[in-house]
């Protein structure tokens, strides 16, 4: 499977880009692969580093009180996790949505700015920057966070930069606090809601998606850039394009 999997990864011709931001759902591949799951995802994340290509991986663990950098585990699925306690790694800052950057350029996602989405976040600095993102077994129709990004540069009047008191350290040292996030302002209002399925019927069968599907798994790739122009670009068109709420 690892083998197929690297030659669908020559054909989609991802190994041209510098960053590879993975969105990933290992549940059924270590049903699939039970023979030594862990050395097959090794393997996985170093077809990228090999070829000099940096994996850019959501580490989000929504602290709301404390967050270590160095030892407080992501609350997002196995992935993160894994890299933590077995690669080197930079993490990104943001006690509620960090990031665990691997490669060469790993740096990219240090010190970033204290909005989650705002100017200075991981989304922004991955824009230009030959990035893309892999689906590994993770359907597109569970979201993308880059969205709230498109938002908050949007100024989407449903949500406001909130900030939490949470206080960041690094190997015990302190590091900050009055990090933020775009969110919603009125949860009680479900027509606010976070949906992808509108924005999924405009853009599931554009030709910028490199799909792969076979009975047991599936694997989407796509440019950050053309997919992040596509969504602002319905953003501009529908304002309620990401949420519920109907025109």
């Known amino acids: 499977m690892i083998q197929e999997i690297n030659k669908t990864f020559i054909k989609s011709k991802i190994y041209k880009a510098k960053y590879v931001y993975i969105y990933s759902d290992f549940r059924k591949f270590f049903y699939l692969k039970k023979d030594n799951p862990e050395k097959s995802v090794k393997s996985l994340l170093n077809f990228f580093l090999k070829k000099g290509i940096t994996c850019i991986i959501p580490s989000f663990s929504y602290s709301k009180k404390r967050f270590d950098i160095d030892k407080t585990k992501s609350s997002v699925g196995f992935l993160g996790n894994y890299?933590?306690?077995?690669?080197?790694?930079?993490?990104?800052e943001h006690p509620i949505f960090s990031y665990i950057a691997i490669g060469k350029n790993k740096s990219i996602i240090k010190k970033i700015g204290k909005s989650a989405f705002g100017p200075d976040s991981v989304h922004a600095r991955l824009y230009k920057k030959n990035c893309y993102f892999l689906n590994f077994f993770r359907p597109l129709k569970q979201g993308n966070t880059l969205v709230h990004h498109i938002e908050q540069n949007n100024k989407a009047k449903y949500r406001f930069d909130k900030k939490f008191e949470t206080k960041v350290f690094f190997h015990d040292n302190y590091v900050g606090k009055n990090y933020s996030a775009f969110v919603r302002k009125n949860l009680k209002n479900k027509s606010t809601s976070f949906t992808f399925e509108k924005i999924l019927k405009k853009i599931k069968n554009k030709k910028y998606f490199f799909k792969f599907i076979k009975k047991n798994y599936n694997i989407l790739i796509y440019s950050y850039d053309v997919f992040y122009d596509d969504l602002d670009t319905h953003f501009k068109k529908d304002n309620n394009i990401?949420?519920?709420?109907?025109k």
């Open 83 to 92: 890299v933590l306690k077995n690669f080197n790694h930079t993490r990104s």
């Open 242 to 246: 990401f949420i519920k709420k109907n």
